[in-house]
């Protein structure tokens, strides 16, 4: 099965948008995340989708 990114403009932004919530929770993000634990990087995902949730949710 192939994906299709729907915009795919969006990557610059998403990637600025995980760089500075990881850089809220102190979880040192880089090019190589390997030794990174699953917990930090879960963390960072689970906040950016905590945050566009509640921002969408605000736009209702």
Known sequence: ???????PEAKKGLNKFKMEVARELN??????NGE?????????G?????RM???YEKNL
């Open 1 to 7: 099965m192939s994906y299709q990114k729907l915009v």
């Open 27 to 32: 979880v040192p993000l880089s090019d190589y």
């Open 53 to 55: 949730v509640d921002q």
């Open 36 to 44: 990174l634990t699953s917990k930090q990087n879960g963390s960072v």
């Open 46 to 50: 689970g906040e950016m989708v905590k």
